[in-house]
């Protein structure tokens, strides 16, 4: 355990050594880093260290060892210049074994763009469309009880019109249950530190019909071919790889009232390191659930931001004490492009 600790420090460290410019606009799959869930979104996707729901599979896999039930989840977001994504995945609780979970994460960006060329500039009469997709295998395990591991595979697909694209790549996650700032003097009330790699994995390069083309290979030389089938050949792009590492605080007052901040730096391989800041405040309603208040900031130190404070609330309603129903709402300030919001909805079995 101790050994692992070491490997995710010392991975994050060599990442923090990024040197200008930042590689913006170089890799591939860039859905892959908008933050998803209304929890994490609402607190300013500052959620590596206090995850412990479904959504675990997107911030952090070991957060689904902290999973009290199975659930199951589905996320509506309305992103900018009407593009949406859809997130729909079901995690089961195996006592004392791990907690696995499947999950689909979709990007749409429209299916009625015209096509256009530089023979018909204002558009062909044809339509295209552009999807990306990411399918997702996830475990995560307490090895100990304060200290839980987490992995997850993914298989990505990314289309355009005819041409698609795919890719491998694995996410791995820690999490580390102190006893600083403990109250309580118990780890479970103390200090939590998360750990995260999101998207190691294999290049993407799209492929397909639209990429053929005629070729005039001596355009100045009669009686040779005209029309030479040829085909582009386009570069490989790099996932956008995303080292995370933070912390939680949790303080309960009383026992109905909770109160969570957290803080997580980012260093990803497309852009400057970063940090993000949330809070969380739960009130328990006897007799009915769960009641939240979130908030937080993202992008605090990017190079040129777009991020800024986001805002959401939730419940957690148990109309039998064996399934719980979730709710919840996230609202995400991105200045000159305008708001996002984050619907979720998910049944706790």
């Not at 060892?65 to 949406?84: D, L, T």
């Not at 820690?174 to 998207?199: C, K, L, P």
């Not at 386009?234 to 995303?242: D, F, G, H, T, V």
Request: net charge negative; with cysteine; glycine share 12%.
């Amino acid at each position: 355990m101790k050994k692992l600790i070491i490997l995710f420090v010392i991975v994050g460290c060599a990442g923090l050594m990024a040197q200008e410019p930042y590689r913006v606009g170089t890799t591939a799959a860039n859905f892959l880093e908008v933050g998803v869930g209304a929890a994490g979104n609402a607190m300013g996707d500052a959620s590596v260290a206090v995850t412990n729901d479904l959504m675990s599979v997107y911030w952090n896999p070991a957060g689904l060892a902290f999973m009290e039930k199975s659930e199951a989840y589905f996320i509506q977001q309305p992103y900018i210049a009407n593009i949406s994504m859809q997130f729909a995945g079901v995690g089961l609780v195996l006592p004392n074994i791990a907690t696995l979970a499947m999950a689909v994460t979709h990007m749409g960006y429209g299916d009625n763009m015209p096509v256009t060329t530089l023979q018909y500039p204002e558009g062909t009469g044809e339509k295209f469309g552009v999807d990306d997709y990411a399918f997702t295998l996830s475990i995560g395990r307490k090895l100990v009880q304060w200290f839980s591991f987490g992995a997850s595979g993914k298989f990505i697909s990314s289309q355009i019109w005819h041409c698609k694209a795919k890719a491998m790549a694995v996410d791995l996650g820690a999490v580390v249950n102190t006893s600083f700032f403990s109250f309580s003097g118990q780890r479970e009330d103390g200090m939590r530190i998360g750990m995260s790699i999101s998207n190691y994995g294999t290049s993407m390069s799209y492929d397909g019909i639209d990429l053929l083309s005629s070729i005039d290979i001596s355009p100045n030389e009669d009686g040779n071919y005209a029309d030479v089938s040829g085909k582009f050949n386009p570069s490989a792009w790099e996932l956008p790889l995303i080292f995370r590492l933070g912390i939680g605080l949790r303080h309960s007052f009383g026992s109905r009232h909770t109160l969570v901040l957290a803080l997580d730096a980012l260093h990803p391989n497309n852009n400057s390191e970063y940090l993000n800041a949330g809070a969380e405040y739960l009130m328990r309603l006897p007799g009915m659930g769960n009641f939240f208040l979130r908030g937080g900031y993202k992008g605090i130190g990017m190079a040129e931001s777009i991020f800024g404070p986001t805002f959401g609330a939730g419940f957690v309603l148990t109309p039998m004490p064996s399934i719980a129903l979730k709710f919840d709402f996230a609202y995400r300030s991105m200045t000159l492009l305008g708001n996002a919001y984050t619907y979720g909805f998910g049944v706790m079995f």
